[in-house]
C-alpha cells in the first residue's frame, strides 16, 4: 500500500469528522429522548393504573363489607370497557382473619392468573415487568384494612406505543443525518477546494521550479493568511535565487580577473602564493569543521579566533607578495628599456630576500597556528583517550579564547608542572574548562574591570588528577550555589543565557572523565570547582632522559 493510499485527505477526513459528530450527536440526543419518552410513558401508565384503583378500591368496599362477591364481579365485569387492564383480584378476609380470592375480573381471550396473595406486600409499590404492571391497593373501611385490590396491566400497548416512537426518531434521525450530511459537504468543498488549488501550485512550483506564479487569495480569513504567507515566501526565494545568480557571476568575473593576475606573476612567486593558498584552504577546511561542531558554543570563540590570529601573519605575507609584484614589473620595465642600474638591481635583490623573508616567517607563523588550533578540534570531537602535557593543553585552550580575552583586563594565572603528561580523554576537559572560563568572564566578572582566575593543577597520587579552579568574581548566593548543576538555572534569562553551561560541565566531569566536581561560594568571595578525574601518567622524554 503506497502513502498516498495509507494517508487522509482534507475533504475526507472532514467529512469523516463533521459526520461523526453530527451523528454521535444525534444519537446521544435521540437515546436520552427515547429513554426520557419511556419514562414518561410508564409514569403516566402507573398514573392512570393507580387512579383506576383508587375508584375501583371504592365501589368495592360495600361489596367485601357485605360479602357479596356476585355484585362485586358485576362491578369488575365493567372493566371490559377499559382497554388496558386484563386482569383484576379482590381478596377479603375469611372468619379465621385468613385471605382469599373473593372475587375476579379476567379479560376475554386472555388466559387466568395465579393468586398473589403471597406477593401482596411486595406489589403495594407498583412492579413493571417486561409482560404486565401489578399493583395493590388495601380495602379500607373506618380505617380498617377489609380486604386487597390487584390489577394486572400488560406492557403491550406500552410496546407497541414505543416501537412506534422509536421508528419515527430513526426516521427522523435519519433525515437529520442526510441534511447534516448535505451541509458537510457544500461547506467542505467551500473549504477544500482553495487548499486543493494551493497544493497543486505548490507541485506545479516543485515540478517546474517557476517561483514568479502566486496563489490566488480565497474569501476564507484563514486561507488568505495562508496564501499571502505563501506568496511572500515565493518572493522571498525568486529574489534569493536572483542574488544567488548575480554574486554567481560576479563570483565568476572575479575568478577570471584573478587568474589573470595569477597568470602575470613569476616562478618564484608562484611557489609561496601557492604555499600560501593551501595555508587559507586548511583554514577554510578548519572553519569548516568548527561550524558543523555543534556540542559547544565555544567553538564561536574559536572561529574568531583562528580569523584574528592567523589574518596578521597572511595580511603581511599578501603585502610582501604584492610589493614584490610591483618591484619586479619595474625591474622588468627598465630592463626592457635598458635603463635598469646595477644600484636599482642590487636594491631589487635586497628588498626581495627581506620580503620573501617576511613571507616565509608568516606563513610558518600561519602554519603553527593553524596546527595548534586543529589539535584543539581534534580533541572536541574525539573521545578517545590520548596522551598530551596538560600545561600545553591548557594553552591552546586560552589560545582559542585570546580575542575575548583581549576584550578585557582580566588575568589568567596556571600553575602547572610544564612536563606533566598524562593520558585521558582531551576533549572533555577542553570543554568543561572553556565553560567554566567563560562563566567567570560572563556571571562571574560582570561590572568588575579586573579579575584574576587561577587554574592549578595536581596529582595527588598516580592514577588521579586534580584541577582547581578559582576565581575573585562576585560569587554567588547558597540557594544559587545548590543549583548551579541543575539545567537551566541561569543569572541571565531573557539576556542570552541557556542555564546549560554548568550542567554541561557537571555532566562531563562525571560521566565523560568519571570524576567528581564540588563549588564553593560566597557573595563578592568569588567561586571555587574542584575537579578530580581518573587518569593514567606518562613520564614525558625529559624526564626518562633525567632518570
Do not use: W
Not at 112 to 129: A, F, G, R, Y
Not at 332 to 344: E, I, R, V
Amino acid at each position: 500500500m503506497s502513502n498516498s493510499e495509507r494517508m487522509l485527505s482534507i475533504k475526507s477526513l472532514m467529512l469523516y469528522v463533521a459526520m461523526a459528530t453530527s451523528t454521535i450527536a444525534l444519537v446521544i440526543t435521540a437515546a436520552i429522548f427515547e429513554y426520557r419518552l419511556e419514562q414518561s410513558y410508564k409514569d403516566q401508565m402507573i398514573e392512570n393504573t393507580n387512579m383506576f384503583a383508587e375508584f375501583l378500591v371504592k365501589n368495592s368496599v360495600v361489596g367485601v363489607l357485605f360479602a357479596d362477591p356476585k355484585s362485586t364481579e358485576s362491578d369488575l365485569a365493567n372493566l371490559s370497557g377499559v382497554p388496558f387492564i386484563d386482569h383484576a383480584h379482590i381478596y377479603a378476609f375469611d372468619n379465621d382473619k385468613s385471605l382469599y380470592l373473593f372475587a375476579s375480573y379476567n379479560r376475554q381471550g386472555t388466559s387466568h392468573i395465579e393468586t398473589v396473595i403471597d406477593k401482596l406486600d411486595q406489589l403495594m409499590v407498583p412492579t413493571l415487568s417486561d409482560d404486565a404492571l401489578e399493583i395493590v391497593k388495601p380495602i379500607t373501611h373506618n380505617g380498617d384494612v377489609i380486604g386487597y385490590l390487584f390489577l394486572n396491566v400488560p406492557t403491550t400497548k406500552l410496546d407497541e406505543l414505543l416501537l412506534n416512537t422509536v421508528m419515527i426518531t430513526i426516521a427522523i434521525l435519519f433525515v437529520v443525518i442526510m441534511f447534516s450530511l448535505l451541509l458537510t459537504l457544500v461547506l467542505q468543498k467551500k473549504i477544500t477546494t482553495p487548499v486543493e488549488e494551493l497544493v497543486s501550485l505548490v507541485q506545479n512550483i516543485s515540478r517546474d521550479k517557476d517561483y514568479s506564479t502566486r496563489a490566488d487569495i480565497s474569501n476564507i480569513n484563514e486561507l488568505a493568511i495562508l496564501a499571502n504567507a505563501f506568496n511572500r515566501l515565493l518572493a522571498r526565494i525568486q529574489k534569493h535565487i536572483q542574488d544567488q545568480q548575480e554574486a554567481e557571476d560576479e563570483y565568476r568575473s572575479l575568478t577570471i580577473n584573478l587568474e589573470e593576475k595569477v597568470n602575470q606573476r613569476t616562478v618564484a612567486l608562484k611557489e609561496a602564493n601557492q604555499e600560501l593558498i593551501q595555508t587559507l584552504e586548511k583554514l577554510h577546511e578548519f572553519q569548516r569543521q568548527l561550524v558543523q561542531n555543534e556540542k559547544m558554543a565555544s567553538l564561536g570563540d574559536m572561529v574568531a579566533g583562528i580569523a584574528h590570529e592567523v589574518n596578521t601573519p597572511i595580511g603581511l605575507g599578501v603585502t610582501a607578495s604584492t610589493m614584490m609584484i610591483d618591484r619586479i614589473n619595474q625591474i622588468q620595465q627598465d630592463f626592457d628599456n635598458k635603463t635598469l642600474k646595477a644600484s636599482a638591481l642590487e636594491k631589487f635583490l635586497a628588498e626581495s630576500k627581506e620580503n620573501l623573508n617576511i613571507v616565509y616567517r608568516n606563513l610558518n607563523r600561519s602554519a603553527d597556528l593553524i596546527s595548534s588550533f586543529k589539535q584543539v578540534a581534534v580533541d572536541q570531537n574525539n573521545e578517545i583517550n590520548r596522551t598530551f602535557r596538560v600545561h600545553q593543553l591548557i594553552d591552546e585552550i586560552l589560545l582559542s579564547l585570546r580575542p575575548r580575552l583581549r576584550q578585557t583586563k582580566h588575568n589568567i594565572v596556571i600553575t602547572c608542572d610544564e612536563q606533566l603528561m598524562v593520558e585521558c580523554k582531551a576533549g572533555p576537559l577542553h570543554q568543561i574548562l572553556i565553560n567554566l572560563i567563560m562563566n567567570s568572564l560572563i556571571h562571574g566578572f560582570e561590572f568588575i574591570e579586573i579579575g584574576t582566575i587561577n587554574v592549578s593543577v595536581e596529582m595527588p597520587s598516580n592514577d588521579k588528577l586534580c584541577i582547581t579552579y578559582t576565581d575573585n568574581g562576585k560569587g554567588m548566593p547558597d540557594e544559587l550555589k545548590k543549583r548551579i548543576f541543575d539545567p537551566f538555572v541561569t543569572t541571565k534569562r531573557g539576556k542570552g543565557g541557556s542555564g546549560l553551561g554548568m550542567h554541561l560541565v557537571f555532566n562531563l566531569v562525571t560521566q565523560g572523565l568519571g570524576g567528581t566536581i564540588n563549588v564553593e561560594s560566597e557573595v563578592d568571595h568569588g567561586v571555587k570547582f574542584v575537579i578530580t578525574f581518573p587518569v593514567i601518567k606518562v613520564e614525558s622524554p625529559e624526564q626518562e632522559n633525567d632518570l
